[in-house]
């Protein structure tokens, strides 16, 4: 399927009218249209909600103003072709009236015509600006930054730690994992902006959900206009594999019940509204079972009272002083403003805001724009834009409105042109910063500056602020904020908003006949399933288009009439299976961004490459062409480059394995840069010539070496070669990101400890390197990963003063077959540390005795180490994962551990002064009976989830002998090593409940046993509620019976009534017991 956005640069309203073509002095459009026109159009803009007439003069506008860019762009390409074909500066020298005569009527007539042709558009913008002008539409006195942020920082304060989510979520916990309830499906319903999203997330992301539910499943509604959609999107998450063409809600419904039988799962599905529930996608609910539950969010009290079996949980308003420090966090206030004196302002702009946690979000974004003064933020309060004409505004978005449209109002000219691009791109699409950023510059959003920015700082400094004022979310998961989405009632209110500014929604074609159809688009993503043949059709016509994206597509050819495409600026052919490129892509002359990642059919790449000197990103990283490679060394404004291979040979000698690491020399204009296969380079003075130390602007760096070529011992001459190379490749002081990976030297570069921006190191696959340098004297970094060293016995701090690794805040140390201890580490070393993960180290026996003393580290993840015995003294840590680390004795002094994971640990026998444990989770194919060690903390436990054999959760049941040391816990989960259910046990309801094939099992263990007291009584009443005939009989109803019996009576006077009401219940009785009875003669 075709996702074909009609005019995506149109739809975002008027670009800036540039000026910086060669031929200028003909080009200047009206002198009132850069700075003072689009201050004209803000102005006309902040009417069009309420003056329908703005609106026609708005597209009036747009629509002239974009011819012009076209019509400048058809200048610009016929100047870079007439200079190409220019004689040479000898051949310039001498005069030859034949090529005069060939070529002068041409190129003036072309050049008259494009010229006559801007002049017509240039007087049709006049027109139009002095029609707005007589109409009063536009306001002359509207003054607008090119930049607003008052603050730097990140994005407000984590609204799910405010509010009543926290009692809310252990309120929809308890719903959720009672064994009790017939709700299957529970559903979250509150208006835009609320927060219902994040209430699912936390109750999606806590350790007591993840240990009741063995399967958890997160689709988001969004992305799926049917319900049917959201179906296949869930059945592919849980294994499945549904096919590409339609399918119906009948066959995706057996395929989800196929994937999820026998599993207790939890299956989210987020913003769910009317669209999705008309086709009744949930009717059946028969493949829930076990504890299953599904959990719906939805804005829509329709949708989640037309479920079956469903609980409602109503989202509750926001205590005022939450509100309050959600309003002053995302306005950038810290302790040292003084907040008292807007407090007033502050309370009625929460009221204004209805308490609604995004609305208040979104404001704080706007506030944080202007001074934290009472003047400009009670300007904000008294904004008119708080009362828009919102007859067109569905009621549960009317909350949202205000703030909105005036965060939208807020942002800058370009900043705004950005902002609508997003919009248009689908619904629920992630929006990664390289990508869209990427996109903003080939869509001409984004103009170099007086002070020669360079576009990529000035697009990532757009998308940094749109982040900072609310308007994009960051992903959850995407701590960087380099992966975000907008947010859908910011979408839904301003497509209403705003309607003035969409030239059509975005345009779905299901075929490529169909995308030929539409011909006003300059951008063009595209889905799978895409044949080759249909890409001509695409192409032509298309001239105009900026962006062409064809990732995942299953094209293998790209047609030579893609050089019709002139002005494409971006073209994206990653995790394609094309083999190569045609030879006319060197037409593209305006080709900025070039994306072959994961091209793994990709032979040989163009010679016409090398003519393309506006590309500014060539990314291979994931392919290797070695049939053909073009020359780069014309390619000097590269800003990223990956998948660079070093060739072989030198410089002087053809070889088209890769290229010359000199061709490297003059590209000063790279932020990013991948070098595959080092160890290529004889000598190291090749490498001096790649000038890296002379970038700087470089800002990531992957040096890779061959990993085909691993050898079991590389000699000493061949080890300091390689060194030699490596410390050559000297980066500059300005990088923040490294990585070394399958380097065979034995010693690293002496640069490596000497980065002074360095925040995240990856060192991989070093098989030969026998010790570390000194990285904990790098003052930045953040992340740092060590895995695959063969030869390394010890990581040693080193001889320094400070604390080591200041600002590490996590470390991954894997596959360090002989790593055997830490020394030298010392208290105060590692302050910042929160995650620790080891994994495959067989040979260590400890961690860094410094870890005793780290207030932060509360995160341990430690995986198949052979011979560790110990684990303890870690006062802070809060989750400890051990997995496959059979030595491991004792665990103990953990005062603030809530969750352990204990996986494949049948040493495990010393567990002790774990105080606030909360959640344990065991998983042995091995035990037959719990260890002992777990009874002295069932009393503080709140969930016990047991992944074992028949043998061991036989042990479990009422009956059995490990019976006394889980009754205490308040919910127990038994599980069979293949993850499913086998029974479940709820303390404070006295439950047990047996599930599939283990039913039989466990009741006839409580027969057989003849359980006394509380507990016989317990098994049978659980027997006849949760076995027979679908809870149509159970013992409760007894005494209630007899009470209304007595109540009846004492009511009634005659005799034969009386009589008539004891038959009744008589014969009730009778029944009760016979049933009873039988059941218990089939268990025998």
């Known amino acids: 399927m075709a996702d074909v956005s009609p005019s995506l640069s149109r739809a975002v309203a008027t670009r800036p009218l540039r000026r910086r073509r060669p031929t200028t002095s003909t080009l200047q459009p009206p002198a009132e249209t850069a700075t003072d026109r689009k201050s004209k159009v803000t102005g006309a803009e902040a009417r069009a909600t309420s003056r329908k007439a703005t609106t026609a003069w708005l597209v009036a506008y747009q629509e002239a103003a974009y011819a012009w860019d076209d019509a400048v762009d058809d200048l610009e390409a016929h100047v870079e072709k007439e200079k190409e074909q220019q004689p040479s500066p000898e051949e310039a020298r001498r005069p030859s009236i034949l090529r005069w005569l060939l070529r002068s009527p041409a190129v003036h007539r072309t050049e008259k015509k494009l010229n006559a042709n801007i002049e017509k558009l240039d007087k049709k913008v006049r027109a139009v600006l002095q029609r707005g002008r007589e109409q009063d539409l536009i306001q002359m006195d509207w003054q607008r930054h090119d930049w607003i942020s008052k603050f730097s920082g990140s994005p407000s304060t984590n609204s799910s730690s405010l509010g009543n989510l926290e009692q809310e979520k252990m309120k929809l916990i308890d719903i959720l994992t009672d064994s009790q309830s017939s709700s299957t499906v529970v559903a979250i319903v509150g208006c835009c902006g609320i927060g219902k999203t994040a209430l699912a997330r936390k109750v999606y992301d806590d350790c007591y959900t993840r240990n009741v539910f063995n399967t958890t499943i997160w689709v988001d509604g969004s992305k799926e206009s049917t319900g049917a959609g959201l179906l296949s999107v869930a059945a592919r998450a849980a294994g499945g594999k549904p096919g590409t063409e339609e399918q119906s809600r009948e066959k995706i419904m057996d395929m989800l019940a196929v994937m999820l039988e026998g599993k207790r799962f939890l299956l989210v599905l987020d913003d769910i509204s009317s669209h999705h529930n008309h086709e009744s996608f949930l009717e059946d609910l028969s493949f829930v079972k076990h504890g299953s539950r599904i959990l719906i969010i939805t804005r829509d009290q329709s949708v989640a ?34 907040k008292e004196n807007l407090r007033e302002i502050v309370i009625t702009i929460i009221q204004r805001c209805n308490k609604v946690p995004l609305a208040i979000k979104i404001i704080g974004g706007v506030l944080a724009t202007k001074d934290p003064t009472q003047a400009e933020w009670q300007q904000v309060n008294e904004s008119e834009l708080w009362s828009l004409d919102l007859e067109d505004i569905p009621g549960g978005m009317k909350k949202l409105s205000g703030p909105v449209y005036m965060a939208y109002s807020n942002l800058p000219y370009r900043l705004k042109l950005c902002f609508l691009y997003c919009l248009q791109l689908p619904e629920g699409f992630v929006i990664s910063q390289h990508v869209v950023t990427q996109m903003w510059i080939a869509e001409g959003f984004i103009i170099e500056e007086e002070n020669d920015c360079d576009p990529q700082d000035i697009a990532d400094r757009f998308y940094r602020e749109l982040v900072l004022t609310n308007l994009l979310e960051p992903e959850i998961g995407s701590a960087d904020m380099t992966r975000c989405t907008v947010h859908g009632c910011v979408r839904s209110v301003l497509q209403l908003l705003i309607k003035h500014r969409w030239f059509g929604k975005n345009k779905w074609a299901s075929s490529i006949e169909e995308a030929g159809n539409l011909t006003r688009f300059r951008t063009v993503i595209c889905k799978n399933p895409l044949a080759d043949r249909g890409l001509d059709k695409v192409f032509m016509g298309r001239r105009y288009l900026r962006v062409l994206d064809l990732t995942g597509t299953g094209i293998r050819h790209i047609p030579g009439s893609i050089a019709l495409l002139h002005h494409l600026r971006l073209l994206n052919l990653s995790l394609t299976q094309i083999m190569e490129l045609p030879e006319s892509i060197e037409s593209l002359r305006n080709l900025q961004f070039l994306l072959l990642r994961c091209c793994n059919g990709l032979h040989s790449l163009p010679e016409g490459i090398s003519k393309l000197h506006n590309l500014q990103c060539l990314d291979l990283e994931g392919s290797a062409p070695q049939l053909v490679l073009p020359s780069l060394v014309d390619l000097k404004q590269l800003t990223t480059l990956c998948g660079f291979i070093v060739n072989h040979k030198e410089v002087t000698e053809k070889d088209v394995s890769g290229w010359p690491l000199e061709d490297l020399e003059h590209m000063n204009s790279l932020r990013s840069l991948q070098i595959l296969k080092i160890d290529r380079v004889v000598q190291f003075t090749r490498a001096q010539e790649a000038a890296l ?148 180290c067989p040979n260590i026996e400890s961690f860094p005795a410094c870890l005793e003393y780290s207030k932060q580290l509360t995160s341990m993840k430690v995986v198949a180490a052979g011979s560790l015995i110990v684990i ?106 293949d993850g499913s259910p086998f029974f479940t046990y709820t303390k404070k309801m006295g439950d047990f409940q047996a599930f599939g094939e283990q039913r039989d099992l466990v009741v006839r263990s409580v027969v057989d046993h003849q359980l006394e007291g509380w507990s016989s009584h317990f098994m049978a009443r659980s027997f006849i509620s949760r076995i027979s005939m679908h809870n149509t009989i159970k013992w409760y109803l007894i005494p209630l019976l007899a009470t209304a019996l007595v109540l009846l009576l004492s009511m009634v006077e005659e005799i034969k009534v009386i009589g008539v009401f004891l038959v009744f219940f008589a014969i009730i009785a009778c029944f009760w017991c016979l049933y009873f009875f039988s059941i218990c003669k089939a268990s025998n």
């Open 693 to 840: 130390e002379m970038k700087s602007h470089l800002t990531q760096l992957d040096l890779c070496g061959s990993t085909s070529d691993m050898h079991l011992h590389v000699p000493a001459a061949e080890a300091r070669r390689l060194h030699g190379v490596l410390n050559s490749l000297c980066p500059p002081g300005c990088l923040e990101s490294l990585k070394i990976a399958s380097y065979h030297g034995r010693l690293f570069p002496d640069w490596l400890p000497q980065l002074p921006s360095l925040q995240r190191l990856v060192l991989a696959d070093c098989k030969f390197c026998e010790s570390l340098p000194c990285l904990g004297q790098l003052p930045q970094l953040k992340f740092l990963t060590i895995t695959g060293f063969s030869k390394l016995l010890t990581i040693q701090r080193g001889r320094y003063t400070g604390p080591a690794f200041l600002k590490l805040e996590h470390l991954h140390v894997d596959d360090m077959d002989k790593l055997e201890s830490w020394t030298g580490f010392q208290a105060g070393d590692f302050p910042s540390l929160i995650k620790f993960h080891l994994d495959s």
């Open 872 to 977: 303890g003294n870690l006062p802070m840590l809060k989750e400890l994962i051990v997995q496959d680390s059979k030595t491991l004795t004792t665990v103990f002094n953990l005062p603030s551990l809530e969750v352990l994971m204990v996986i494949g640990c049948s040493g495990l026998q010393d567990v002790k002064g774990l105080r606030c444990v909360k959640h344990l989770r065991i998983v042995d194919r091995e035990l037959t009976r719990l260890p002992d060690w777990l009874t002295g903390h069932a009393s503080v436990l709140q969930t016990l989830t047991v992944f074992g054999t028949e043998e061991l959760l036989g042990m479990l049941v009422p009956s059995g002998k490990d019976w006394p040391a889980i009754r205490d816990i308040e919910k127990v989960y038994g599980n069979l090593t």
């Open 305 to 338: 009272a037309g479920m079956n079996r469903s609980y409602i949980h109503n989202m509750q308003e926001w205590p005022f002083q939450d509100c309050w420090t959600l309003l002053c966090a995302s306005a950038g206030l810290d302790k040292e403003h003084d």
